[in-house]
């Protein structure tokens, strides 16, 4: 699965922002070079960053990894704003602090094939009346849902604004006006090929869902995106 954000890059540094996806295998970091990061970052131009940081590759006090995600909080200082997408090897370094760097982590997910999705939380309803999950145990199949656990650990809100799984694009659904999930027995208002974003589970009740229109992850702020598949998956 993939996500992307939105982005709003200043006319100056338009070529230079992006989304940048590094896989946790490729990097690694000394918290030394963090705290030498933040110095430069706040005592220099917006050119002299470039050719500092420049030097510090000639000097190897940086990681290749790493360099990619510094580049991106570079580029951000010019008015922009870019997404770095994590797994966790961003976490230790406390990557939001560094100004224009914004991170999501992934926590796990639930692809079992279950009635009840277990969310974030760990909560999931006991009621069959509010099972989100699967039909029958006979497989992942199109029309079932899976939840995918992700949490904002950046310093201000992030809005998804691509979420692909396989080749399919998946568009948003809010569950207003009650913002709950509904079972997966009803094709409204979440139906095949879209997802929506729960933020608790209750145990006899439906989960809850975010409010409003715009598929928007609060600062520090954990959930769930349960996703209704458009094709039948294989899941290990």
Sequence with gaps: MSLSTETNCGKKIKKSCKVIVIEPKDYVHFE??????????????????????????????????????????????????????????????????????????FLGYDATDNDAIVYHDGLKSNSQAYWHGNKSEDGIKHGERIGVYVKNTSSQKITL??????????????????????????????????YTIVTNGNRNAPADTITGNSPEIMPGQSVTLVIELDQNFNVD
């Design 32 to 105: 030394q070079n963090v705290i030498h990061l933040r110095l430069f970052q706040s005592k220099n131009t917006l050119s002299k960053r470039f050719k500092k940081t420049k030097r510090m590759i000639a000097k190897r006090e940086f990681s290749p990894a790493f360099v990619i995600v510094i580049f991106v909080a570079v580029a951000a200082l010019g008015g922009g704003m870019n997404f770095v997408l994590s797994q966790g090897y961003l976490n230790s370094v406390e990557a939001s602090n560094l100004y224009g760097v914004e991170t999501l982590l």
């Design 161 to 194: 604004k691509t979420l692909m799984l396989a080749d399919s694009v998946y568009s948003f659904q809010h569950m207003g006006p009650r913002y709950t999930m509904t079972p997966y027995s009803m094709a409204s208002p979440l139906d095949n090929k879209e």
